[in-house]
């Protein structure tokens, strides 16, 4: 049975930074892209980055490439987003999501693709 699970969300303000893991288990894990996407209150769940399985490519979307940063510890079946300069804009909930296929710098936010997904974890950005 997979499951995927996310930590490290909180309360942070304006400015500061925030560390976001995940866990998957049940997979072999350097098989599967990860992927962060967020949901904040009252909008669509959207992508954040993606990094393949071999930690080689890495996507962002474009409001948050300058200050979020994607990695991996496949070793430890562990993903990692690295979060700076947050904004209360950033409020939402986090998802860790694990696909099998291919993607593309386009395709890679099409979240009927993902195989597996984690239940969220707050974090919340205050100004």
């Known amino acids: 049975q997979v499951q995927v699970t996310e930590s490290g969300g909180g309360l942070v303000q304006a400015g500061g930074s925030l560390r976001l893991s995940c866990t998957a288990s049940g997979l072999t894990f350097d098989n599967y892209a990860m992927a962060w996407f967020r949901q904040a209150p009252g909008k669509e769940r959207e992508g954040v980055s993606i990094i393949s399985g071999r930690g080689r490519t890495t996507y962002y979307a474009d409001s948050m490439k300058d200050r979020f940063t994607i990695s991996r510890d496949n070793a430890k079946n562990t993903l990692n987003l690295q979060m700076n300069s947050l904004r209360p804009e950033d409020t939402a909930i986090y998802y860790c999501?694990?696909?099998?296929?291919?993607?593309?710098?386009?395709?890679?936010?099409?979240?009927?693709?993902?195989?597996?997904w984690g239940q969220g974890t707050q974090v919340t950005v205050s100004s």
């Open positions: 999501a694990a696909r099998r296929s291919a993607f593309s710098s386009v395709s890679w936010t099409d979240q009927r693709t993902y195989d597996y």
